[in-house]
């Protein structure tokens, strides 16, 4: 079964009439400079100095958080790591998992010009700071990454 993808205000919308919630996979650097308000954060990727690798306990954090019932948005910032993310959560079997198309910034072509608004763009609530418990330190125990 394929990942339902939804735009930014039908993402928000599950989140407030549905009680779904938002899963933002982008590194700790990028959640931390702007993300949907109220967004929890487990990084797909993290940033080394060798560049961006894999987060190999990506899947268990988010289990230890979320209930399979639980319903999800996953976002990025534009599209990509967040569809691995969600196919990678529906495998695990996740049954209430929809993708947020062109994540936080939004989506461009291959020269630079979007082909669709994010979430920033499109005027939906934005945080710099995380709600208590949402961030990835907090969510993993407080260790540093």
């Given at each position: 079964?394929s990942v339902?993808?939804?735009?930014p205000?039908?993402?928000h919308?599950?989140?407030?009439?549905?009680g779904?919630?938002y899963?933002?996979v982008?590194?700790?650097?990028?959640?931390?400079?702007?993300?949907?308000e109220?967004?929890f954060?487990?990084?797909?990727?993290?940033?080394?100095?060798?560049?961006?690798?894999p987060?190999?306990?990506f899947l268990?954090?988010?289990?230890?958080?979320?209930?399979?019932?639980?319903?999800i948005v996953?976002?990025?910032?534009s599209?990509?790591r967040?569809?691995r993310?969600?196919?990678?959560?529906?495998?695990?079997?996740?049954?209430?998992i929809?993708?947020?198309?062109?994540g936080?910034a939004?989506?461009?072509?291959?020269?630079?010009?979007?082909s669709?608004?994010?979430?920033?763009?499109?005027?939906l609530?934005?945080?710099?700071q995380?709600?208590?418990?949402?961030?990835?330190?907090?969510?993993?125990?407080?260790?540093?990454r």
């Amino acid at each position: 079964m394929s990942v339902q993808r939804v735009s930014p205000e039908e993402a928000h919308r599950l989140m407030v009439d549905e009680g779904y919630v938002y899963l933002d996979v982008r590194s700790v650097q990028e959640f931390e400079s702007g993300h949907p308000e109220g967004a929890f954060n487990v990084p797909l990727m993290h940033v080394t100095p060798r560049g961006m690798e894999p987060n190999p306990t990506f899947l268990p954090e988010v289990e230890a958080r979320f209930p399979r019932e639980q319903g999800i948005v996953v976002g990025c910032r534009s599209g990509q790591r967040s569809l691995r993310a969600a196919e990678a959560l529906q495998a695990a079997g996740y049954g209430r998992i929809v993708e947020q198309r062109a994540g936080f910034a939004g989506a461009t072509t291959a020269f630079g010009q979007v082909s669709e608004r994010g979430w920033q763009s499109v005027g939906l609530p934005v945080s710099r700071q995380a709600r208590a418990g949402r961030s990835y330190e907090e969510l993993r125990g407080g260790g540093d990454r």
